[in-house]
């Protein structure tokens, strides 16, 4: 199955037959079609695209989902056919474990699958510094042993059975793990800083960053952002009842648990090998310069001034995109077979939806390297 990305400004789409039909506003570029039969999901990344009612239609009764997407990759709308989330058993049993042990559980879950897959991360890109650069290598091993160590930690977190105060147990040790990854964190942007070429990444900014690297892994985070929300609701799961991240209004907080796992085998590996070989990031518009010096004052008190989000220009974005959707349709090891990792998330979301319901065990998913 294949995502369709559009990304072009005055794009139409329409319905032909057993197909979409792309128009684009270019009158030099040619039409194309693709079979419904081989997507699973349409995204707009772009404004002024429009699409028929028909094709909206066809899609909810295939499946495919179509999502729209920001200037920095989240999903701000998703169509799709309501009958596809018309599943109660896991969603009750999703609430009802945020106060019991499996709150705990899957929380640690998550969080030793992020730290794990740093780890291999780093001794995926650090393997080739071995010969080439022994002192360099040396320190990021240091580094990743550091992290191991706080994998051990997180899986040995517990919490006391819920007494007098009454708090469930993912309360109680919420604080403690998102300690120990927010330092297992900062010693994997450490090594970040050492994999990529000197001066193009120096701190992790999640929100106003202006520089090359942190722009385009939140451009990829919204992306895999989009597919993983598609596939918790497929499984007929709620995204907004989260374990490790607090819930608030409007914060989809299950989505961001669950997406974990998955930022440094796709996003991340796609992004640093952008960046290592030598990819050229353009911006859009001719104010960015701007953005980026407004982003790095200070107003007359001290005070930094709010940041400014700068912009990838429409050939960045669709770069990055058809990377990170290529790096979904590769293999990865899982459950002793070869797997596609955009498979390999939807197999994930059901098993989740199976532990919550107390089918099965949960493992989370870590990438070779």
């Excluded at 474990?97 to 640690?108: C, F, H, N, P, S």
């Excluded at 982003?295 to 770069?319: F, I, V, Y």
Aim: hydrophobic share 35%; glycine share 6%.
């Amino acid at each position: 199955m294949e995502q369709l990305i559009i990304s072009d400004y005055g794009t139409y789409l329409g319905k032909r037959s057993e197909r979409v039909s792309v128009r684009y506003r270019d009158k030099d570029r040619d039409k194309e079609e693709h079979a419904l039969m081989d997507l699973d999901q349409i995204v707009i990344a772009s404004r002024g695209v429009s699409m028929s009612s028909d094709l909206i239609e066809a899609c909810t009764e295939r499946g495919i989902e179509i999502a729209f997407l920001s200037f920095n990759g989240k999903p701000y709308a998703k169509l799709n056919s309501p009958s596809l989330t018309a599943t109660v058993i896991s969603r009750r049993e999703q609430l009802a474990a945020y106060y019991d042990e499996r709150g705990l559980e899957i929380a640690k879950q998550f969080a030793t699958g992020k730290l794990k897959n740093q780890i291999n991360l780093v001794r995926y890109f650090g393997k080739y510094r071995k010969k080439q650069a022994p002192k360099k290598y040396a320190e990021l091993m240091d580094r990743v042993t550091k992290i191991d160590a706080l994998t051990d930690e997180i899986q040995s977190v517990c919490s006391p059975t819920v007494g007098a105060a009454g708090e469930p147990p993912i309360d109680t040790a919420r604080g403690t793990l998102l300690n120990l990854e927010g330092r297992a964190g900062a010693l994997y942007w450490e090594c970040v800083q050492r994999l990529l070429p000197a001066g193009r990444f120096t701190t992790r900014n999640h929100q106003g960053a202006v520089d090359d690297v942190n722009v385009l892994l939140n451009y990829g985070y919204g992306i895999l952002y989009s597919q993983v929300w598609s596939a918790l609701t497929l499984a007929g799961l709620e995204p907004f009842a989260g374990f490790l991240h607090v819930d608030r209004p409007g914060k989809p907080s299950l989505v961001l648990d669950f997406i974990e796992e998955f930022r440094q085998p796709i996003v991340d590996r796609v992004v640093f090998a952008m960046i290592n070989k030598r990819f050229k990031v353009e911006w859009e518009g001719a104010d960015n310069d701007a953005a980026k010096a407004a982003h790095q004052s200070s107003k007359p008190d001290g005070d930094t001034e709010a940041p400014t989000q700068r912009r990838l220009s429409q050939s960045t974005r669709r770069a990055l995109a058809d990377r990170v959707l290529s790096r979904l349709q590769e293999t990865e090891r899982f459950e002793r077979k070869a797997q596609k990792l955009s498979n390999i998330i939807q197999i994930q979301a059901r098993h989740l939806a199976m532990h919550l319901r107390r089918e099965r065990e949960y493992n989370p998913f870590v990438s070779r390297w």
